[in-house]
């Protein structure tokens, strides 16, 4: 016992004794030649003459003044200015000339061209959040008031759950991993992280939305349908390529961002893949019966903003190639605007005065 205090007061007194350096922020958001007061504080310094340099990654985007502040012994908050000069993204580190302070997480600064171009993303991205969200519950009200699910193609479900699961590991990583962060602003250090808190929420109420389907077609009358023998293989390879990924990571041959981005793409083609079962089936059938309008509409609304809103983002920060980091999302977005305005032409156009006919 008195070993376990001696070495929990050597704890202590050895964290005491540590110097801590701390952003009052650790990311803000500033317009073009707009001006921002921070504070760096400093704890529990022992000795006089530390320097402490602020270094800017990308000085063409951010400036900070003064860049350099002689600190004080003992706790102090300093405040220093921080500048948005051009549209972009840039860290600032905070360095002292003594290795026995501990060195500050950096500073995050965005720069953007318009507030209100910002402002009208942020709406863009929850109206399509919003569209994308409510798509699913025509097709859940058509399946509850009819208590049946005949003309919804079970293919379509199943790899739809694979989508969304694969796609929810690359945005929620993205979003809430620090480490995911790290890497991928070490490949794109002017960049944004090109997730957001509405691609979390459509990506998580997505998934519980096709849960609740396909337990609707678990219940209700579904006649002879079933996933294909095509679509059980096609899952099966998916999983095994993610099990392999999965081990070469391990094994350190696999960064955990590039096994990301591969959920993404998986996602990618599955979306390419998904609509294609409920095309044919509404063409076999000549008729769209059972395939809610009301989600084909709510889907190519989704779309078009989602588009929408990386384009304002990319043009804000002048980062077009946040659009390539994250491929997935505007590709889906072009995807779902072609194959949803297909069967727009199916439903008004092709077989616009054809009822139920059977799956035979």
């Known amino acids: 016992m008195i070993l376990l205090l001696l070495l929990t ?55 900070v003044y003064p860049r350099k502040i002689l600190l004080e012994i003992g706790n102090k908050t300093y405040n220093f200015t921080v500048e948005g000069i051009s549209p972009g993204r840039s860290d600032v580190s905070a360095i002292p000339n003594d290795s026995s302070v501990e060195l500050p997480h950096v500073l995050s600064v965005n720069v953007y061209k318009s507030k209100y171009v910002d402002i009208l993303s942020q709406i863009v991205g929850w109206i399509f959040i919003l569209s994308w969200g409510s ?3 025509p097709q859940l009200y058509s399946n509850y008031d009819r208590r049946c699910v005949i003309g919804l193609n079970f293919d379509y479900l199943a790899l739809n759950i694979i989508g969304y699961i694969s796609f929810g590991a690359f945005i929620l990583n993205l979003y809430f991993n ?9 490949r794109n250090p002017r960049g944004l992280i090109p997730v957001k808190l509405n691609d979390v929420v459509y990506n998580l109420h997505g998934t519980m939305a096709i ?7 678990c219940y209700y009358e579904k006649g002879d349908q079933r996933v294909s023998r095509t679509a ?33 793409y998986v996602k990618l083609a599955i ?3 998904k609509y294609i079962p409920q095309a044919y089936m509404n063409y076999k059938r000549k008729s769209t019966s059972g395939w809610s309008i009301g989600l084909v509409f709510l889907d190519l609304n989704g779309g078009l903003f989602s588009i929408l809103q990386m384009i304002l983002d990319a043009y804000n920060y002048d980062d077009w190639a946040s659009i390539f980091g994250n491929p997935t999302k505007f590709t889906l977005g072009i995807l779902t605007v072609m194959f949803h305005s297909f069967f727009v032409v199916q439903h008004y156009a092709l077989y616009r005065d054809t009822g139920y006919k059977s799956l035979i």
């Open 271 to 273: 979306t390419l893949l």
């Open 178 to 186: 620090p480490g995911v962060q790290e890497e991928y602003f070490e």
């Open 135 to 137: 798509s699913f519950y």
């Open 9 to 63: 007061a050597t704890f202590i007194s050895a964290e005491n004794s540590s110097t801590f350096i701390v952003f009052t922020k650790p990311e803000i958001l500033l317009g073009v030649n707009e001006t921002e007061e921070l504070g760096v504080t400093v704890t529990n310094l022992k000795r006089s003459g530390v320097l402490l340099t602020f270094d800017v990654l990308q000085d063409d985007i951010v400036d």
């Open 232 to 264: 059980k293989s096609l899952i099966t390879l998916i999983i095994f390529f993610y099990i392999t990924c999965i081990a070469l990571e391990r094994l350190n041959f696999l960064l955990w961002l590039d096994f990301l981005y591969y959920c993404s």
């Open 211 to 217: 849960l609740v389907t396909i337990a609707q077609c």
